[in-house]
Each structure stands twice: as structure tokens, then as C-alpha cells.
């Protein structure tokens, strides 16, 4: 017991000791975090200002827009300003903080895209009664109930995580707070816990998991009942980037989940993270824009009614210029003559 010291504070792994080279890494990741910004931002623009993407599907894709925003500041601004400063310390609070937004955001994902599989099971399988099932108040409803379905699991694991004192080593082998770094300094009791709550918690996700199957292949044997290949190829395009999208949550999440945090080297645990940390955020607005056309066109048009109307204030600026500078010379011209 003489040993015993609680942790207040954790130091975060540097990836490298060189000045230089933390530097650029940094800004490596500050580029990566503003692609991922601009892309989800683009998108959620895109759906708020074209009316004829205010539908189901598209709603929900700005939910997850949100969601990857959320997702992607939980980690990188932090490590982008502990690189430029040198700074390795993290606070107690402040990892509890990204332990729970990290959660947060990835269980609301998951059950967002459970809700985009329904829309879409919906939508190729029961056209005819899509706009009874899916109406406005239940995609809201959809909505939220994701958002707080993540909120109520972030809250739970990391309550538990951190009701009691941390001691041990604090040096975590990540650039952020991860769960199964921070697991391995907490108590016996706490880790019995988080055990018994991720071995409940998995029974739900596997349910929710055999959902999202079972709808997919609801889907696609409908579409192959689909006479025509226009019809056959239409159907798939609405559903295929969602199904890349639950793929690349899903893989990067197995990494996340069953990866071996002991015998990996720095750049490993590095490459790691970003796969189930950045990744995800960064790719989805590319398979969005990339894959959906809708998207694409009302992207262009918004971004082309952003430059004619800097345009047009700039001409009317400079028009209204040129006006006040001839009526300027006038009023010049006047007090000559009368003088």
C-alpha cells in the first residue's frame, strides 16, 4: 500500500522525439482534420439548403455528417496542439471527457446506420408504403432516439470507468484517451464491471448487427427480382454507399475492438488508431459524393451560388463606387462654376 499513487493526470505517446517531425505530424493531421471538416460540412449544407434532398435518406445522412464531425474533434485538434506545443499531459478530466464524446459518437453511429438499413429496407422493398412508414415524425423520432440511445451507453461505461481512482503507470500508448489503454490502469472492481456492461451491451449490438444482415439481404433479393437492369442498378445505387459506409464503421470498429494493444510499435498503434479514429469521418462524405449524384449536383450548385454571389456583391460594390466617385466630381465640378 506504500506504493499506491493515484493518477490525476496521463501522458499521451509521442510518435516521434524530433522537433521536426512532430511538427509534421501535426500539420499532417491538421490537413486531415479540416478535409474531413469541409467534407461533412459540405454535405450537411448541401441536404439543408437543396429542397429536394429534404427526404428520409438524406436526413439521416446529416445526422451521420454531424456524427463524424463530432467523432474526428474528439481526438485530433487535441493531439494537433499537443504536437505543436511539445505537451504530453492530458487531465483526468479531460480524458474522461474524450473516453465519453468517443463513445458517444461511435454508439450513436451505429445505431443511426441501423436506422438508414430500415429506411432503405423500406424504400426497395415496401415502396409503396415508404412515405406512410417512413414520415417526418418517425424519422425524427429515428433520429433522436439514436442520439440518445449513444448518449445513455457513452454514460454508463464511462461512469464506470472512472468512479473510482486510477493507479499504476499513467502513460497511455496513443495519441488520445483509449478505452483499452485506460482499462489497464483501472481497478480489479472496475474492470470486472466494464466487463459484465460490454458483454450486456454486446448482446444488443449483435442484435442490431443480424438486423442490419437480414435487411441487406431483404434488399438485395428484392433487387434481383427486379426485371429491368435500369431498375436493378437504380436500386442498388441508393443503398450501396450506405453499405460501404456500415462496412467501414464495422471494420474499423473490429480493429478497435480486437486489436492487441501490447505488441504493436508506436507507428502500428498510430496507423491502428487512425483507421477506426479518422478514417471513417474522412471516407464517408467521399463514398457520399462520389456514389450519389443527387449530392454531387446540389453540392455544385450551392457552391456556385456562394461564388456569383461574391461575385455580384463585388460588382455591385464597385458599381456603387464609381457612383459616388462621379458624383463626388460633379459636386467638384458645381463649386468650381459657382466659385
Not at 80 to 93: K, M
Not at 138 to 144: K, S, T
Request: aromatic share 12%; hydrophobic share 50%.
Amino acid at each position: 500500500m506504500g506504493n499506491f499513487s493515484i493518477i490525476t493526470e496521463f501522458l499521451l505517446m509521442e510518435f516521434s522525439s524530433t522537433r521536426e517531425l512532430q511538427v509534421l505530424h501535426a500539420v499532417l493531421f491538421l490537413l486531415i482534420y479540416l478535409a474531413a471538416l469541409l467534407g461533412n460540412l459540405l454535405t450537411c449544407a448541401a441536404i439543408i439548403t437543396d429542397p429536394h434532398l429534404h427526404c428520409p435518406m438524406y436526413f439521416f445522412l446529416s445526422n451521420l455528417s454531424l456524427l463524424d464531425i463530432g467523432n474526428i474533434s474528439v481526438t485530433l485538434p487535441k493531439f494537433i496542439v499537443n504536437s505543436l506545443c511539445g505537451v504530453q499531459s492530458l487531465s483526468l478530466l479531460g480524458c474522461a471527457a474524450q473516453v465519453f464524446f468517443f463513445l458517444f459518437f461511435a454508439a450513436t453511429e451505429f445505431a443511426l446506420l441501423v436506422a438508414m438499413s430500415y429506411d432503405r429496407f423500406v424504400a426497395i422493398c415496401q415502396p409503396l408504403h415508404y412515405g406512410i412508414i417512413m414520415t417526418p415524425p418517425r424519422c425524427l423520432w429515428a433520429a433522436a432516439g439514436s442520439w440518445l440511445s449513444g448518449l445513455f451507453y457513452s454514460a454508463v461505461h464511462t461512469g464506470n470507468m472512472f468512479r473510482l481512482p486510477f493507479s499504476g503507470s499513467n502513460v497511455i500508448h496513443q495519441f488520445f484517451c483509449d478505452v483499452p489503454h485506460v482499462l489497464k490502469v483501472s481497478t480489479f472492481d472496475v474492470f470486472n464491471t466494464e466487463f459484465i456492461l460490454i458483454a450486456a451491451s454486446s448482446c444488443l449490438l449483435l442484435f442490431c448487427f443480424v438486423f442490419l444482415i437480414a435487411s441487406y439481404a431483404r434488399i438485395f433479393s428484392s433487387v434481383l427480382k427486379i426485371p429491368s437492369v435500369e431498375g436493378r442498378y437504380k436500386a442498388i445505387s441508393t443503398c450501396s454507399p450506405q453499405l460501404m459506409i456500415i462496412m467501414l464503421f464495422l471494420s474499423s470498429s473490429m480493429i478497435a475492438v480486437f486489436r492487441n494493444t501490447s505488441d504493436t510499435s508506436p507507428i502500428q498503434n498510430l496507423l491502428i488508431a487512425m483507421a477506426y479514429t479518422t478514417l471513417p469521418s474522412l471516407l464517408n462524405p467521399l463514398i457520399y459524393s462520389l456514389r450519389n449524384q443527387k449530392v454531387t449536383a446540389a453540392m455544385g450548385k450551392m457552391i456556385k451560388r456562394m461564388f456569383f454571389l461574391k461575385k455580384e456583391t463585388f460588382i455591385l460594390e464597385n458599381l456603387k463606387t464609381l457612383k459616388n466617385m462621379y458624383l463626388a466630381c460633379q459636386m467638384c465640378k458645381v463649386t468650381h462654376e459657382v466659385a
